[in-house]
């Protein structure tokens, strides 16, 4: 009886991209070969990429899904590789034409079976009910003597439906293909589970994840197996490709440990997190370099040194453009800051323009403030359609929620906001976070001391600074998180014990600034964050907690 | 035995402004009884506005909605209508915390009856089942010696269900309350279905729908009664107020003529879609006023004689600003245009704007046509800022979809885009429909008849048109339609005739178009827009239709 060598092979595809994908498959199956493996597992949809919502539709995108399968099996047969037994997650479609989310079993050149993921997502992020049809059978396989039960992500996150099936089947092994995105304190809820499902069939599971950036979306990786009895045997690190290898007990053996690496700490994760998305949202969408501007403040320098660390300091360019009220401490943080992370460094003064635009139109106040955000806006487009670049935002959720921003200015316009989703007070904490793993590596901390430490102001006028205008940023983004992530009410937040004054000046805030989106809506990612970005809100909404 | 009076109130509700539902519900109710209706009847989710996404989920909300439709029994049993049933569409909870789509039945001070919503559609624009779970019981109530049946929109698009339960139930009426979107057609569609569902349950079927925009939807409204015969016994008009009203037979008795409107043609009623989604986006959203460039092409003015029949011309404001490769003619049309509509008309030249940015960066071909563009929109947006207004982008389909349009000029800023599902062709047909209807009236028409007549251009360069990059519109369009709207592949575009290098062109167009919005997304209306306005994509996405 020969020993089951499993291999979870944890990649970053791209979506749509079905031939560079299979070409992933391939050179990870040809790994697995070498390393000795029995099986190999790649992640959820790992064929087409994930999610790729309305393409599960398109009758010419199942024709090339379909075709990939194929080429995958004939190609390892051809290349001598028909034994190892290659599961992978991909796009079906029944013989009635219903897209399925569907784990594909290889093995001897042919499809050996498939299985359609019964429990499809539909809340949060996720909308599979309305692209797949829901499968209905278990699967087992048998590799090297051991019955292997396979299912998809979201069947161990609800009870009953495959798990339970496979409870009553005697498997040896629950595999596991997943595409679970990245959230802050998620790995911990996700191997708790993983105890809880592999003491429910009696065998070790094996979770291989996803890694990557897709939109609004990252993938952590993070890939890991447990024994039945809750014993961590094996994992993979989160946010890179890994190839983890682990033997699996003979039937009624004790399990053997396996390769085993730390978790890296919550403000790492979400650090790493936020790179992950803004690299594969440049890469996968092929621009060769960010444009951004860097104004001195703290959002900007996190998101150039984000961006450097992303794809290369020699690929991004930092455009200071000082206005009259521009400090000159502002405008030596944002030069040392380039010269810390090696970006392209320019400055664009933009006082003859404001002054061109006064000229004619005699803005005051706001209008003015907002006029001259607005030119820098225009100066980066320009740039980035001169020389090519893809321009970057580097507004912070406390700022969006509140709509503390200029609509089309350098903070808000472009094509990716790295920071859409961290709060001010976390913008502070990853700026510090980031300069001590410098420093602890023997590099250049790459965010100047004074952007983290002095205080956070426009300059659109003088003397500005943002609590002027909002609440300090620690009780801001409390009373923020409880609103918009967890959709508590008025009534809630004040059960909760913050000052009515507060809450109210909080919520009349996020209500301005919803109110402010309908004037100029910037994009899907800003609209959909005042209410947490897993949440979908109607625009036209006279709905307003204050009235509740 | 007494006869059944039924009005169908066809109202406009606005998305989660639940006191003034409430009111508009009431109103509607004193009406129906003072024409000594029996049963009055009202759209799907009249007490919340529809459809309301994840507003569903929010408990507040909940709780709201349950206290409006108390109020609502309670009030008419104040003032004396306690006699009077009322049906309604509303926000549902069960005792789990489920919410549903729910219809409730009003009578003698008190909920009478509950109907929850059968089938949740989940495709296109419509969400249902992430936010509602699905009822299962019929409900039949009666009212004057009648059996009424009570569905809910998408219960008689599906086969099965709660029809076929009330087929069996014997019932004198099936009431049909709905959000139904306005689609170009769907009139006739909605009336062969409603006769086949009066047929399968031998009664009449009163059809009572929203009209109203919301966001990127418009309801028509088209509210009508059919008998169990299939003959046309009432309907209401299109986009506007109604209170339909209708005596039922007696059991076994010949049904009566109600009173009967024609439909208005295909143009009129999109034309008449594109000013009613724009009129409520201001209205609801609470603006005064509306700015747009008005450039003297025909995209400028169609939209803008929509905003003055939206809202009248004396709070539209339209903005020339003329470059130096603007032609006369252009100028003498936009400010023809603006007179005939009422509109406050401004001049404001970009040259010298132009000049500083070219003193300061210099650039040359696109990149120098996209800044004079982009200009006009900085102009437009501080006019907001300064006075108020919301501003709106004139920009076309067929522009949008190919990516022939500056990202962030005046045709593409702003928070609604009345054009956005208008192709140039059609844009064509409704300006001539426009100056027609005006004519048949004895009204001036508002478009100048050589914006609809010269070659189109964006007069960025000296002699430049469309046809410079696009192919003829005509034939544009057509493949537009096929590959945008029906999602038809490359193989499915040859398979009809296309010309193979025509075919080509548009597919890069569009997918160039789509790189582009990665570049700098504009927001959920036109990042959708490439491939239907139904659909939903990864913006992340390699997958190109030519390689298929």
């Given at each position: 009886m020969s020993t089951l060598r499993l291999a979870l092979a944890q990649v970053n595809p791209c979506v749509g991209d079905i031939a560079g994908n299979t070409a992933l498959v391939l050179d990870r199956c040809r790994a697995a070969h070498e390393a000795g493996a029995t099986v190999v597992a790649f992640p959820e949809m790992v064929v087409t990429g994930y999610p790729i919502e309305d393409l599960a539709l398109r009758e010419s995108f199942q024709r090339a899904a379909a075709r990939a399968t194929e080429e995958i099996a004939a190609t390892l047969d051809a290349e001598g590789m028909g034994g190892l037994m290659v599961v992978l997650g991909t796009l079906g479609v029944s013989r009635a034409g219903l897209p399925f989310n569907q784990a594909v079993v290889i093995t001897g050149g042919e499809v050996a079976a498939r299985y359609n993921k019964h429990h499809l997502p539909n809340y949060g992020v996720f909308d599979e009910r309305r692209i797949f049809a829901a499968g209905e059978d278990a699967c087992v396989i048998t590799a090297a003597s051991s019955r292997i039960g396979i299912v998809i992500c979201e069947d161990i996150w609800q009870d009953g439906g495959p798990v339970a099936q496979l409870a009553a089947l005697d498997v040896d092994l629950l595999l596991v293909l997943n595409g679970s995105p990245f959230e802050e304190g998620k790995g911990r809820v996700r191997t708790d589970l993983a105890r809880?499902?592999?003491?429910?069939?009696?065998?070790?599971?094996?979770?291989?994840?996803?890694?990557?950036?897709?939109?609004?979306?990252?993938?952590?990786?993070?890939?890991?197996?447990?024994?039945?009895?809750?014993?961590?045997?094996?994992?993979?690190?989160?946010?890179?490709?890994?190839?983890?290898?682990?033997?699996?007990?003979?039937?009624?053996?004790?399990?053997?440990?396996?390769?085993?690496?730390?978790?890296?700490?919550?403000?790492?994760?979400?650090?790493?997190?936020?790179?992950?998305?803004?690299?594969?949202?440049?890469?996968?969408?092929?621009?060769?370099?960010?444009?951004?501007?860097?104004?001195?403040?703290?959002?900007?320098?996190?998101?150039?040194?984000?961006?450097?660390?992303?794809?290369?300091?020699?690929?991004?360019?930092?455009?200071?453009?000082?206005?009259?009220?521009?400090?000159?401490?502002?405008?030596?943080?944002?030069?040392?800051?380039?010269?810390?992370?090696?970006?392209?460094?320019?400055?664009?003064?933009?006082?003859?323009?404001?002054?061109?635009?006064?000229?004619?139109?005699?803005?005051?106040?706001?209008?003015?403030?907002?006029?001259?955000?607005?030119?820098?806006?225009?100066?980066?487009?320009?740039?980035?359609?001169?020389?090519?670049?893809?321009?970057?935002?580097?507004?912070?959720?406390?700022?969006?929620?509140?709509?503390?921003?200029?609509?089309?200015?350098?903070?808000?316009?472009?094509?990716?906001?790295?920071?859409?989703?961290?709060?001010?007070?976390?913008?502070?904490?990853?700026?510090?976070?980031?300069?001590?793993?410098?420093?602890?590596?023997?590099?250049?901390?790459?965010?100047?001391?004074?952007?983290?430490?002095?205080?956070?102001?426009?300059e659109l006028r003088p003397g500005q600074t943002d609590q002027d205008s909002l609440p300090p940023y620690e009780l801001l983004d409390e009373v923020l998180d409880a609103y918009v992530e967890h959709a508590e009410g008025r009534a809630e937040l004040l059960a909760r014990g913050f000052d009515e004054a507060v809450v109210e000046r909080v919520l009349q805030l996020v209500d301005r600034a919803e109110w402010k989106r309908r004037q100029y809506p910037l994009g899907p990612k800003v609209t959909a964050l005042a209410f947490g970005r897993d949440r979908r809100l109607p625009i036209t909404n006279r709905w307003r907690e204050l009235a509740e």
């Amino acid at each position: 009886m020969s020993t089951l060598r499993l291999a979870l092979a944890q990649v970053n595809p791209c979506v749509g991209d079905i031939a560079g994908n299979t070409a992933l498959v391939l050179d990870r199956c040809r790994a697995a070969h070498e390393a000795g493996a029995t099986v190999v597992a790649f992640p959820e949809m790992v064929v087409t990429g994930y999610p790729i919502e309305d393409l599960a539709l398109r009758e010419s995108f199942q024709r090339a899904a379909a075709r990939a399968t194929e080429e995958i099996a004939a190609t390892l047969d051809a290349e001598g590789m028909g034994g190892l037994m290659v599961v992978l997650g991909t796009l079906g479609v029944s013989r009635a034409g219903l897209p399925f989310n569907q784990a594909v079993v290889i093995t001897g050149g042919e499809v050996a079976a498939r299985y359609n993921k019964h429990h499809l997502p539909n809340y949060g992020v996720f909308d599979e009910r309305r692209i797949f049809a829901a499968g209905e059978d278990a699967c087992v396989i048998t590799a090297a003597s051991s019955r292997i039960g396979i299912v998809i992500c979201e069947d161990i996150w609800q009870d009953g439906g495959p798990v339970a099936q496979l409870a009553a089947l005697d498997v040896d092994l629950l595999l596991v293909l997943n595409g679970s995105p990245f959230e802050e304190g998620k790995g911990r809820v996700r191997t708790d589970l993983a105890r809880r499902r592999a003491a429910e069939v009696g065998a070790p599971l094996a979770y291989v994840n996803l890694w990557g950036g897709q939109d609004d979306l990252v993938f952590d990786g993070h890939s890991f197996i447990v024994a039945a009895d809750g014993a961590w045997m094996a994992n993979a690190p989160g946010f890179e490709d890994a190839l983890l290898l682990w033997d699996a007990p003979e039937p009624g053996a004790a399990p053997v440990q396996g390769p085993v690496v730390d978790f890296a700490s919550d403000a790492e994760q979400v650090y790493r997190a936020c790179v992950t998305g803004l690299r594969d949202y440049v890469e996968k969408n092929g621009f060769r370099s960010i444009v951004l501007g860097v104004s001195g403040g703290i959002d900007s320098a996190l998101t150039a040194a984000m961006a450097a660390d992303a794809i290369g300091g020699e690929r991004v360019v930092g455009v200071s453009m000082p206005s009259s009220f521009s400090s000159q401490h502002s405008r030596d943080d944002a030069a040392d800051l380039c010269a810390r992370i090696g970006a392209d460094y320019r400055v664009q003064p933009i006082a003859p323009l404001v002054e061109a635009f006064q000229g004619e139109l005699a803005l005051e106040g706001v209008a003015e403030e907002n006029l001259q955000a607005r030119l820098r806006g225009v100066i980066l487009m320009a740039l980035s359609n001169k020389e090519g670049h893809l321009v970057i935002a580097p507004g912070n959720k406390s700022e969006l929620a509140t709509g503390y921003a200029t609509i089309y200015d350098a903070g808000s316009i472009g094509g990716f906001a790295p920071l859409k989703d961290v709060d001010k007070s976390r913008v502070w904490e990853l700026a510090r976070w980031r300069n001590a793993h410098a420093e602890a590596n023997g590099k250049t901390p790459p965010i100047p001391v004074s952007s983290i430490e002095k205080p956070p102001s426009a300059e659109l006028r003088p003397g500005q600074t943002d609590q002027d205008s909002l609440p300090p940023y620690e009780l801001l983004d409390e009373v923020l998180d409880a609103y918009v992530e967890h959709a508590e009410g008025r009534a809630e937040l004040l059960a909760r014990g913050f000052d009515e004054a507060v809450v109210e000046r909080v919520l009349q805030l996020v209500d301005r600034a919803e109110w402010k989106r309908r004037q100029y809506p910037l994009g899907p990612k800003v609209t959909a964050l005042a209410f947490g970005r897993d949440r979908r809100l109607p625009i036209t909404n006279r709905w307003r907690e204050l009235a509740e």
